[in-house]
């Protein structure tokens, strides 16, 4: 399986944010979205990427800094791509490899997507149950 699987599945749609704006503003998009990070862009160029580790790391200094730092001075710059047709696994040992949980996914250099670490342990469980469904049927028909 492939992310483009994924995609295809749950959607292209990628909330993103100005690296202008501050953390407290960032913090309200993740709430309101319901998600763990938010891709940073300006134009169509991918900026960075601020995280829920991102915003707790900061608070965890001084709570007021939430209002008055910018996304900018927060995020993670050197953001960790994935490309549509790279392997569920692979892209999960990426991921893991570099401790993250998001995983901003471009195309000829624009963000089509984001898929998050429960997206594909989610879509492994599918595939494998998908194999062994497969399995038994082939064993119970006698090969």
């Given at each position: 399986?492939?992310?483009?699987?994924?995609?295809?599945?749950?959607?292209g749609r990628v909330v993103t944010t100005s690296p202008s704006g501050n953390?407290?503003?960032?913090?309200?998009?993740?709430?309101?979205?319901?998600?763990g990070a938010v891709v940073v862009v300006e134009g169509d160029a991918i900026k960075g990427i601020l995280s829920e580790r991102d915003?707790?790391?900061?608070?965890?200094?001084?709570?007021?800094?939430?209002?008055t730092t910018t996304i900018?001075?927060?995020?993670?710059?050197?953001v960790i791509v994935g490309l549509p047709e790279d392997e569920v696994h692979?892209?999960?040992?990426?991921?893991?490899?570099?401790?993250i949980r998001h995983l901003p996914i471009v195309r000829d250099?624009?963000?089509?997507?984001?898929?998050?670490?429960?997206?594909?342990?989610?879509?492994?469980?599918?595939e494998a149950a998908d194999e062994n469904r497969h399995l038994k049927d082939y064993i119970q028909s006698g090969g």
């Open positions: 399986m492939r992310i483009q699987d994924i995609l295809e599945s749950k959607g953390v407290t503003d960032a913090m309200n998009v993740l709430n309101e979205h319901n998600i915003v707790l790391r900061l608070g965890a200094r001084g709570p007021e800094l939430l209002a900018h001075d927060t995020m993670t710059r050197d692979s892209a999960m040992g990426v991921m893991t490899q570099n401790r250099g624009r963000l089509v997507g984001i898929v998050s670490i429960g997206d594909l342990v989610n879509a492994a469980w599918l």
